[in-house]
């Protein structure tokens, strides 16, 4: 936690929807990246169909507000379809693998 108390998220997945054309995947990306607490941003092309794209969008920074990450998909046309990692604390840690993995 921060110092005033609040739990900082470090790391969001998110696996997003966007409409084919526009806004393009470099678009989505340059908007995320410009929200306040954002340091890094990847989207990943994840699924093409007739009317939409599926986007695997991967985000990391020091204080990511998520209701601003939120607004600002909405604002470019996007929407979120789920969230698939969150990570929050002081310092991000990456997943274990399962033993089964592992072989």
Known sequence: MSKTGRVRI??????????L???????????LA???GVSAVNV??????????GLIITIEGENINFD???RELTRV????HSVDQV?????IIESAQPPQART
């Open 87 to 91: 990570v929050v604390g002081e310092k």
């Open 21 to 31: 054309k526009e806004p393009s995947v470099v678009d989505v990306a340059k908007a």
């Open 34 to 36: 410009r929200v306040r």
């Open 10 to 19: 470090r790391r969001l997945v998110l696996d997003v929807l966007k409409p």
């Open 68 to 70: 601003d990450i939120e």
């Open 44 to 53: 990943t092309v994840n699924e093409v169909d007739v009317e939409t794209m």
């Open 77 to 80: 046309g996007a929407v979120i």
